[in-house]
């Protein structure tokens, strides 16, 4: 059998392939507990969220529109916190998105989530320092300590931008401890004024009736106006993501981590809507209707409406919220940031220097001094409206991708994960955030044209450097699918069956089995032949050959059977979820039908076994399983027939392995309840059943009458499931 071999090996962060007894790795310290981890989460959301949203949130949707604003958008947002929750407690790593895309739909999808990933959190961090500078700089020069021209306040406020983000930069470089320690703190403080904030404008709307006349009208400019600014404030939202790239550091990942993201929701979102009220509320006589007063000064309509609500020290207080508040997100969304690149480079997606560890603080500086970098550029360079939309476009792209993973993952691997925590309802609260972001994502153009050629092009470059670079360099996962040798049909011609063989001893049955379909369907049929590699999952991948030789073997032994007839492949391959590997397999060559056997045996909580189940409800192909099919000549097979999708691949199967000299089908109706039935077992040497069409779940709880027979019946036995167009494509992509 001429093969190419690839054998390849987990390695850990900046370290070379080795056996597994002598595999060193550098690796993060725990020391982020549920109260660290949840002020990530909130000092990354509480920030330009307020100080730059309140402001053009009401300018284009109203006083009312700005209420609705955020609190629709927590409700997405805890949809799609729900999602990174399920997937951080089964995957409580480094990496977040990036690990999620990688389990869910494979290297280059993965890639694409860790390079958005990277930008939309390096992005959000120069918003969140050009907000420090934005408020800080124009306080101080309402002091009278300093006078600036135009010219001289832009450049001035790009500079304390560049010198703040420096400054969390080298934070972030001495730990997660000391950043997590400061992260708690500045946010603990933002939160505390933004209380204080909230309550002054709910006081004084109780003491002064009055002011709550300026929420009339309620949304002067129509409904619509709000997926403008619910795009444009998403950004605001997506602290969750900083908290799932704490899996290596945080205490107890699988039980805080999930905790902590929707802990985080909930605080925020009250802290917005009341915050928001507060400054709708603040405002009195200045001539003109409240919203259009804020909404005139745009991202600074915030700090002037709480210093119209306190008049004594509302400018102060501002400028003091903003600190804590900038700050703490500046510091969460750089952490976050050099940990997506950190990801890219342990997995060798990125050049591997950027998953070095310095040797005393355990941080990924150079992953650091990248982000850094691209912190710095953007916060010089991007106008501050169009800085904020192109991180709520990355992210929307970016949360569209993890609600996909949340539902392919669950659907297809929820038997291998461990999950410490799933979410209610499912699949509804993923599905309708991809619907309404993928909205938000639309609209946002009319608030930032630039975000819609920033993102994109962002996109379109790391798909060339995934080609170019990541493709050829990534290492293996232990969740991925791994390719250890293949010899594989170059391109699909015409009908193509995906053989699957496990041991020498069933493949020459299959095999024959396998030729009758050849047969009917033409001789330039293309028989693709797999052997998924059972390798144990403490054993390194280079230690393959001693449990690769059985599948070596099967696949000689079917392919001196079969190559001289038809255009034979092959390809061995390693995956810790057999099935998951066979469906994926008959995904990626376009298989029309999978034939494979089954031994008889059920496997504790499925009908047919822990391989058989999982592919009759998956696989996007015809399936034909055969059971004890030994015999070269079936002289009556027998179908029983109740309708349903797959009786007609069940008949056209049994006219394709019945006899051709002098055999017959015997086509049987199910009787009825109570109604007496033939021994089935004494007069034929065949039976051909289809599969039940229920879920998997209902099958393993109810049970189902195919696969009960199939398993009582000693005859020799097919069960077919037949494809489905439309549930095959939805399989298919997601």
Known sequence: MTSTTETKAETGAGTSPAPQSQKITAEFSRNLNLMHITMMGVGMMIGAGVFLGVGNAIRVAGPGGVILTFALNAVIALFTAMSYAELSSAVPRAGGAYNFAR??????TSFLAGWMEWFASSVAGSLYAVTFALYTVNYLVQLGLFQFSDGQLFWVEKGVA??????FIYINFRGASDTGTMGALFTLGQTVTLAFIALVGIWTAVTDPSRLENFRPFLPNGWDKLLITMGFTYVAFEGFEVIAQAGDEAIDPRRNLPKAMIYSILIVVFTYVGVAFAAIVG??????????????YGGRGFGEAITQLIPSYGSILVTITVIFASTSALNATIYSATRASYALGRDHMLPPFLSRLHPKRRTPYMALMFTGGLVIIVAAFLPTIHVASSASMMFLFLFFLVNLCAIRIRRQMADEMTYGFLM????????????????????????????????????????????????????????????????????????RILLSVANPANAIPLAQNCYRFCQAKGPDTEIEVIHMVPIPPQVPLTDTAEYSRDGEEAIGEAMLYLEHRFPFGSTMRYCRNIARGIVSAAVERKADLLVMGWQGHRGRGFSLGSTVDPILERATCNVAVFKDCRHQKYDTVLVPFAGGPNAPFALETAATLVNRDGGRVVVLHVAAPGKPTQDIEAFHDLVIIGATGDPLFRRR?????????????ETPLVMVKARHPVKSFIRRWI
């Open 162 to 167: 560049i010198l703040v983000a420096c400054l």
């Open 283 to 296: 405002v009195k006589g200045v001539g003109q209707p409240a919203w259009q007063w804020i909404g005139s």
């Open 424 to 495: 209610p309802l499912f699949p509804i609260p993923p599905v309708v955030a991809i619907l309404v972001q993928a909205a938000l994502a639309v609209w946002l153009v009319h608030m930032s044209p630039i975000a819609w050629v920033v993102g994109p092009a962002w996109v379109i470059g790391g798909i060339g450097i995934y080609h170019l670079y990541a493709k050829h360099k990534a290492t293996p996962t232990e969740d991925e699918i791994v390719v250890l040798q293949e010899a594989p049909i170059p391109r699909k011609d015409n009908y």
């Open 103 to 108: 389990i869910g739909f494979g290297r280059g």
């Open 701 to 713: 709880v109810m049970g189902s009458l195919p696969e009960e027979f199939a398993r009582k019946c």
